[in-house]
């Protein structure tokens, strides 16, 4: 089973960006919660977003709520963060978690 993010980038604060989590090689993806972390430089990985499985519940680090929008395609097997904006203290390597499995990370700069 693998996740492989996408979408990081560099964007001036404000900006948008949106992240994908794609998986593959699960035995139905759309069972698992999924969740998106982030890790700083100079931090430690933190929780940013969950979403279960239906797409129903959803939850938020406090540093992003009414910024950034966790959901999900079942369909497709893909979880996006949309991520509005943003701030040079969200910029980090972005992770895909479910089930004890973790993408590669996708890095997002936000800087002026």
């Known amino acids: 089973a693998q996740l492989v993010e996408s979408g990081g980038g560099s964007v001036q604060p404000g900006g948008s960006l949106t992240l994908s989590c794609t998986a593959s090689?699960?035995?139905?993806?759309?069972?698992?919660?999924v969740d998106w972390y982030r890790q700083g430089s100079t931090t430690e990985r933190e929780l940013v977003a969950s979403i279960d499985r239906t797409g129903t519940t959803t939850n938020y680090a406090d540093s992003v709520k009414g910024r950034f929008t966790i959901s999900r395609d079942n369909d497709k097997d893909t979880v996006f963060l949309q991520m509005n904006s943003l701030k040079p203290e969200d910029t980090a390597v972005y992770y895909c978690?479910?089930?004890?499995?973790w993408g590669q990370g996708a890095q997002v700069t936000v800087s002026s």
């Open positions: 978690h479910a089930e004890s499995h």
């Open positions: 090689g699960f035995t139905f993806f759309r069972w698992y919660l």
